[in-house]
Nanobody
């Protein structure tokens, strides 16, 4: 079992920057990849970024490429999301996930954090 806790979400002005963190505990040796997803008001949960164990594979959603950077340790104990040039459209609850591979589909992730709120104001 893997437990995940996100932190760092807050209110930020458009154009600003924010860093999110996720700490994993438990049987993290079973995790092959970790990622970030988000759910905006009235929208389905969507993929943001993912990283494989060892960092060999990194994927980003097209909407965040060039603005967000994912990082993590090779033991899958934590991941971060560095966000810059934030838009009001980035407003969402951001979730950390751990699973089988660095894919965009939620079906590949077995464990989820409770989420952290990011609000970007105009």
């Amino acid at each position: 079992q893997v437990s995940l806790v996100e932190s760092g979400g807050r209110l930020v002005q458009a154009g600003g920057s924010l860093n999110l963190s996720c700490e994993a505990s438990g049987r993290t040796f079973t995790t092959s990849a970790m990622g970030w997803f988000r759910r905006a008001p009235g929208k389905d949960r969507e993929f943001v970024a993912a990283i494989s164990r060892g960092g060999g594979t990194i994927h980003y959603a097209e909407s965040v490429k060039g603005r967000f950077v994912i990082s993590g340790d090779s033991a899958m104990k934590w991941i971060n999301l560095q966000m810059r040039s934030l838009h009001p459209e980035d407003t969402a609850v951001y979730y950390c996930a751990a699973g089988l591979g660095a894919f965009a589909d939620t079906k590949y992730y077995r464990y989820w954090g409770r989420g952290t709120q990011v609000t970007v104001s105009s």
